[in-house]
């Protein structure tokens, strides 16, 4: 499975970016596995970020970003999205999109394949 993230950038706190993640790979193996978003800041441990099963859709979001991140899914591209508003500086580091087991506690120990990450900045 490959993953390629695209969508980063530099924004203003309260501003919005959408990340997209685009797996590719035999169909067998992309059919099975959830993707999700982690994301590392320096001097930082990898947080799971958002999450979204393949097999039914069932979401997870990290506190700190629910009610502000939301993932989906368009199955027909292979493509993850994640849309993130009302950006803080705090949401800045590198985020990585991760394909994980469909029945995964959604941390880094459990990721299978991870893309190349894709920096977001959050300026005040």
């Known amino acids: 499975v490959q993953l390629v993230e695209s969508g980063g950038g530099l924004v203003q706190a309260g501003g919005s970016l959408r990340l997209s993640c685009a797996a590719s790979?035999?169909?067998?193996?992309?059919?099975?596995?959830?993707i999700g978003w982690f994301r590392q800041a320096p001097g930082k441990e990898r947080e799971g970020v958002s999450y979204i099963s393949r097999k039914d859709g069932s979401t997870f979001y990290g506190d700190s970003v629910k009610g502000r991140f939301t993932i989906s899914i368009d199955n027909a591209k292979n493509t993850v999205y994640q849309q993130m508003n009302n950006l803080k500086p705090e949401d800045t580091g590198v985020y990585y999109c991760?394909?994980?087991?469909?029945?995964?506690?959604?941390?880094?120990?459990?990721?299978?394949?991870w893309g190349q990450g894709t920096q977001v900045t959050v300026s005040t």
């Open positions: 790979g035999e169909t067998e193996d992309t059919d099975v596995y959830g």
């Open positions: 991760a394909a994980l087991p469909d029945d995964t506690d959604f941390i880094p120990e459990e990721v299978d394949y």
